[in-house]
């Protein structure tokens, strides 16, 4: 695996003196061993920060590399605890710094982090943060009992509730991940990540070079006050080490010691087809050739069995019956109740008009609406 690396840091706007310190060891005789890279962040609340943190930096890379330890991660690990020891035999607890270490091997990168230093991934231009702080805060946050944009304005965001020689024993946090082609990789104190949003950190690095992107933040948090110390480290993966052309002529494959679990048991075609299907890019090999389309072997048909092919025309017969068979029982239950019921009764018919008889018989004579009752006239006095 091929790297490229930028690293820089400042003491910041506030602080007179610069408490970070950070360790890249890479190439020559420990290459085979992998490439190490760690930022370390002294506590300011405690005595003589920068030893801390400068202790912290040369006991990891040390102690890692005198390790026998085949196991990447449980040699991290360790060399994490081993610095722990020393500062805390030195500050007897009154010292302690945040770290952060990434070791590049075998196409992945294996990280270790205690406190809020952080990791991200940057892949395609999109940033990822890859490890957790362990702070007041991010805990808070995890609860959900405080939002992001709280945790930034609160006053506890500074308390670290773990740190490498604060204590006579540390627990830190591991993460594995698989490195395409380009993906690059940002160690970082929160005097950096805690002024610049990760996404104006993933800008930098993909838009310039790493050199020049490192340069940029750091101006950027200064920028917006620069109230800590600024450390930046960025790692770019310029070539992966286990190519498929390669392999597919030598025949060889990475050893089981060190290779993640899918390359130890399965051919790297088998492989770059899982990192594909993972993260959504073409394989390396591909890449190259500019070729953007997906391997065949990628690309399946789905195939249609006879005994499927009628389904979707009887659900539709189906729901037309139902719907036919609905009407009907609404349209009987309408006229029964309406029509044939009674329910549209017959119309009421206007009583004949009275008609008046004459006393001494002959044809009624009908009164018309607008007939007027006369009484007879009284008969004239005898």
Request: hydrophobic content about 40%.
């Given at each position: 695996m091929?790297?490229?690396?930028?690293?820089?840091?400042?003491?910041?706007?506030t602080r007179d003196h610069n408490?970070?310190?950070?360790?890249?060891?890479?190439?020559?005789e420990r290459a085979a061993a992998g490439a190490l890279f760690v930022v370390c962040d002294g506590i300011g609340g405690f005595a003589s920060g920068e030893v801390a943190s400068d202790l912290a930096v040369k006991t990891t890379i040390?102690?890692?590399?005198?390790?026998?330890?085949a196991d990447a991660r449980?040699?991290?690990?360790?060399?994490?605890?081993a610095s722990n020891q020393v500062v805390w035999?030195?500050?007897?607890?009154?010292?302690?710094?945040?770290?952060?270490?990434?070791?590049?091997?075998?196409?992945?990168?294996?990280?270790?982090?205690?406190?809020?230093?952080?990791?991200?991934?940057?892949?395609?231009?999109?940033?990822?943060?890859?490890?957790?702080?362990?702070?007041?805060?991010?805990?808070?946050?995890?609860?959900?009992?405080?939002?992001?944009?709280?945790?930034?304005?609160?006053?506890?965001?500074?308390?670290?509730?773990?740190?490498?020689?604060?204590?006579?024993?540390?627990?830190?946090?591991?993460?594995?991940?698989?490195?395409?082609?380009?993906?690059?990789?940002?160690?970082?104190?929160?005097?950096?990540?805690?002024?610049?949003?990760?996404?104006?950190?993933?800008?930098?690095?993909?838009?310039?070079?790493?050199?020049?992107?490192?340069?940029?933040?750091?101006k950027l948090a200064n920028d917006r006050g620069g109230p800590d110390n600024i450390t930046i480290v960025a790692v770019l993966v310029a070539e992966l080490t286990f190519k498929t052309q390669r392999n597919a002529q030598t025949n060889s494959s990475p050893t089981a010691e060190f290779a993640p679990a899918a390359v130890a048991t399965q051919p790297v075609e088998h492989r770059t087809q899982k990192l594909q299907s993972a993260y959504g890019l073409s394989p390396a090999s591909d890449r190259r050739r500019g070729d953007r389309r997906a391997p065949r072997a990628a690309v399946v048909q789905p195939q249609i069995q006879p005994n499927q092919a009628g389904k979707p025309l009887r659900w539709l017969l189906l729901y037309v019956a139902t719907a036919l068979l609905l009407a009907a029982v609404i349209f009987g239950a309408y006229y029964y109740l309406v029509i044939a019921g009674?329910?549209?009764?017959?119309?009421?018919?206007?009583?004949?008009?009275?008609?008046?008889?004459?006393?001494?018989?002959?044809?009624?004579?009908?009164?018309?609406?607008?007939?007027?009752?006369?009484?007879?006239?009284?008969?004239?006095?005898?």
């Open positions: 091929q790297l490229r690396h930028a690293a820089r840091t400042d003491a910041g706007k408490e970070d310190s950070y360790g890249v060891e890479v190439g020559g040390a102690h890692f590399y005198s390790s026998d330890n449980a040699a991290l690990i360790a060399a994490f605890e035999e030195q500050g007897s607890g009154k010292m302690g710094t945040t770290g952060v270490a990434a070791l590049f091997r075998d196409d992945a990168v294996t990280i270790v982090n205690a406190g809020d230093c952080r990791a991200y991934l940057i892949r395609n231009g999109q940033p990822r943060q890859i490890t957790r702080d362990h702070s007041f805060v991010a805990e808070q946050v995890a609860a959900g009992m405080l939002t992001e944009a709280q945790a930034r304005e609160s006053s506890y965001r500074n308390i670290i509730t773990r740190a490498i020689g604060h204590r006579p024993e540390i627990e830190v946090d591991t993460f594995r991940e698989p490195l395409l082609k380009d993906d690059i990789v940002v160690l970082c104190s929160d005097g950096l990540h805690g002024q610049v949003d990760a996404s104006e950190i993933a800008l930098a690095v993909s838009r310039v070079p790493l050199e020049d992107a490192c340069a940029r933040l750091i009674g329910g549209a009764s017959e119309l009421p018919v206007a009583a004949p008009p009275p008609t008046l008889t004459p006393t001494g018989g002959g044809t009624p004579t009908p009164l018309s609406a607008t007939a007027t009752l006369v009484p007879p006239a009284a008969s004239a006095a005898p």
